[in-house]
């Protein structure tokens, strides 16, 4: 008699802590509408890059006016998370995404129809201007929903989500500029943001709670402008450094190879490495604490850029490329874990949303320099842009060190204390 086959059970233990985490009702809907909605952040810098590069034929505008956008981003960000706190994001983000399509169509039309260039950075930044942060939202609506023991895998989940929207934007928007029209790349980002976003907006039920201006609001403002903020924003400004210039060097090496088409591909495989590692990492049970894990990972990724200055073909940029993505999604999970676990009640959104603004003020800074560069020696020589960046990360990761550990001193820091505790058992 045939014995009856048992279903495997590896899969479903090793992946049990994210299932565990759609058992949390309205989450499978939240995380969804906030996959859909992260699309743009992908889409749009490079989307910009496409079509200015197009227009001009030159990657110094290009990179300048992607640039600006992110810059525009990166500022508003905090002040759409910070009125979500206190009014709600529903009602928030139904008027930023209004703002979105409107601004969008408008940067793209004056590119198209030849208008002065000064009204390409103006509708640029406020296209970038009316963009909240939808994964800071979604990490909020986590972290209402989740007790501490369960935010790292959820961070963790969050940032494989960021991946794949980065594995798959890239391609995307560089095949419907290429293939179809420059501006379509774009407004395809435009167009994926508002739907996220207004689907986001409708599900009033796993909102976080609100937080109304009340008599201690002065006092709000010290209460996210903690040391382990400080730290990480600042250390992310090296990092989204690292990420602006990548877009604008590697479009520029793959079109001086003859394969601009191929761009978002490349691309999409420094995300692949990223999605990988991302998973690994919500299910480690790693040693030392949320800041030395911090320092730990942002090192990493420092050494692992380094393998940038080697590149001198598509195949090692697509191998370079994934290994210095095994690095990415640790040194984010491990920072927004760090902001969350020391955050005051009620600038939960806030706070992430200004390592999110760290991350793309970096990207502004990378696609002008990363611009400018590949005009000035070329797109090879250009990868010195993000190596640069990445060291200097390491490096503002070393030297807040002590902040993060005298404030874990002075305060006994309980909340990171509950979270470090848990997670390493």
């Known amino acids: 008699m045939a014995r009856k086959r048992e279903k495997p059970v590896f899969p479903r233990k090793l992946f049990g802590p994210y299932l565990r985490l759609f058992a949390v009702p309205g989450a499978l809907a939240f995380s969804a509408a906030g ?23 030159s990657y110094g505008v290009a990179g300048a006016v992607s640039g600006t956008l992110a810059l525009s981003f990166a500022l508003a960000g905090p002040q759409w998370a ?12 139904r008027v930023a995404m209004v703002g979105l399509l409107l601004a969008g169509i408008a940067f793209v039309t004056a590119v198209e129809v030849g208008a002065p260039r000064w009204s390409w950075f103006a509708l640029a930044a406020l296209t970038g201007g009316f963009g909240p942060n939808i994964g800071s939202m979604v990490r909020a609506r986590w972290s209402a929903a989740l007790d501490r023991e369960g935010t790292q895998t959820a961070y963790a989940f969050e940032a494989v989500a960021d991946e794949v929207v980065f594995v798959l934007g890239p391609p995307l928007v560089t095949l419907l500029a290429t293939l179809i029209a420059p501006p379509v790349g774009f407004l395809t980002g435009i167009v994926s943001g508002v739907v996220g976003g207004f689907w986001l907006s409708g599900l009033r039920a796993t909102e976080p709670p609100l937080h109304p201006v ?24 090296a990092v989204g450094t690292v990420f602006g210039a990548i877009d604008v060097v590697v479009v520029g090496f793959a ?23 991302g998973l690994a990492y919500g299910l480690a049970k790693l040693p030392g604490t949320l800041a030395q894990r911090f320092v730990g990972t942002a090192l990493a990724f420092a050494l692992a850029a380094q393998l940038l200055w080697g590149v001198g073909s598509l195949p090692v940029l697509v191998a370079c490329g994934f290994l210095a993505g095994l ?3 640790p040194v984010l999970v491990s920072g927004t874990s760090l902001v969350e676990s020391r955050v005051a009640p009620g600038v ?18 990378g696609s002008a320099l990363a611009g400018a560069a590949v005009d000035a020696w070329g797109a090879e020589e250009a990868f010195a842009v993000p190596a640069t960046a990445a060291a200097m990360a390491a490096v503002l990761a070393l030297l807040g060190a002590p902040l993060l550990r005298s404030r874990d001193a002075a305060e006994g820091s309980p909340a990171a204390t509950l979270v470090e505790d848990r997670i390493n058992g």
Request: proline letters at 5%.
């Open 35 to 57: 996959w859909v909605g992260r699309l743009p952040a992908p889409m749009l810098g490079l989307g910009a890059v496409l079509l200015v590069e197009g227009e001009t034929g």
């Open 255 to 277: 079109e001086h190879e003859g394969a601009q088409a191929l761009s978002g591909l490349v691309l999409a495989v420094f995300a692949g490495g990223s999605l990988v590692a």
């Open 214 to 237: 009340d008599d201690a609001a002065p006092r709000r403002r010290r209460s996210v402008l903690t040391p382990a903020l400080l730290v990480v924003t600042v250390t992310y400004l």
């Open 348 to 365: 939960l959104t806030e706070s992430l949303a200004w390592t999110i603004t760290g991350l793309t003020v970096g990207v502004t800074a």
């Open 327 to 329: 690095t990415i999604a």
């Open 82 to 93: 910070r009125a979500m706190d206190r009014r709600g994001q529903g009602p928030v983000l």
